[in-house]
């Protein structure tokens, strides 16, 4: 179970990049039913110069990291620009060291460079910011960058894209350890929203719709408190007044992925709350969410999530 996370910083970190991990996993909010972790920043210096200029305090060293379940490792330039920064032994040693004890480690952003230099991305699907998935796979031949998705999900490592990606990876790792309500708890404090899929596309070709469109956002309210529904791309055409074509052209402009791809996810983060909340069956929360039966519940929550909605539900069902 994840209780002790360390931020890892040297020279050249980025500020927000930093705060995402301070956001996801410092704060406390126990008052909404979020369990407090032992959070604290780390580095081989104490001090550390950031991306911008502005030097910030680090109070622990590098053994810090030695106690940690998780390490975050933010992006880190030069300039504000460079990646691929030189990166110390000691700095490679203590994550080669954790990432021998099993501890799971997060890069946000550029901080994929870091992983990459200390040898754990090789053989590893991997991603970081689209600005610099080239890089990162000239660099490190030897891993598999998968370009343009929010964040990868390789077991012991997690990659992420850029800002707002960190912030989805670190919620998929809270929905990992505790379950859909607490990372929806957390999700809601930092006013994002509590589940984006990892392939999910870092661009969005129109993520702000031109003035004179109508948003499809009344349309996907309306699939959410509705996905019991037979949902296909025609009957949600005609219910938005477009052409097939011209909706599914739409709809992935406006979120990224495809109508299925978002139905599903949707299906299964309700799942997951009545899996959590309740005690019906699973062929009841099929029907429920829309997947029709047990076995596509089945199908679809392995997928998604690597475990049975069963197995799901023992970890994670809310106790009396």
Known sequence: MLTNVAALVY?????????????????????????????????????????????????????????????????????????????????????????ARGTRIVSICSGA????????????????????????????????VVPEVLYVDSGQIVTSAGTAA?????????????????????????????????????????????????TLGPLLEWLVENLHEELDVESLARRSAMSARTFARRFRAETGVTPYAWITAQRVLRAEQLLEQTDRSVEWIAHEVGFGNAAALRHHFARVRGLSPQAYRRRFACAD
């Open 11 to 99: 020279d050249g970190v980025a500020p927000f990049e930093l705060g995402v991990l301070c956001e996801a996993f410092g704060v406390d909010r126990t008052e909404e039913g979020v369990p407090r972790l032992d959070f604290a920043v780390c580095g081989p210096a104490p001090t550390a110069r950031t991306s911008v200029g502005f030097t910030i305090n680090v109070d622990h060293g590098l053994d810090r990291l030695e106690s940690a379940d998780l390490i975050g490792v933010p992006a880190m330039h030069r300039g504000g620009s460079d990646v691929g920064l030189p990166v110390s032994d000691p700095v490679l040693e203590a994550l080669r060291a954790a990432y």
């Open 113 to 144: 460079f870091t992983l990459g230099a200390a040898g754990l991305l090789d053989g590893r699907e991997c991603t970081t910011h689209w600005k610099y998935t080239d890089d990162l796979a000239a660099l490190f031949p030897e891993a598999k």
């Open 166 to 214: 960190g912030l989805d990876a670190c919620l998929h790792l809270w929905r990992q350890e505790y379950g859909a309500a607490v990372a929806s708890a957390v999700a809601r404090r930092m006013v994002v929203p509590p589940q984006r899929d990892g392939g999910q596309a870092q661009f969005i070709a129109r993520a702000v719709p031109d003035c004179d469109a109508e």
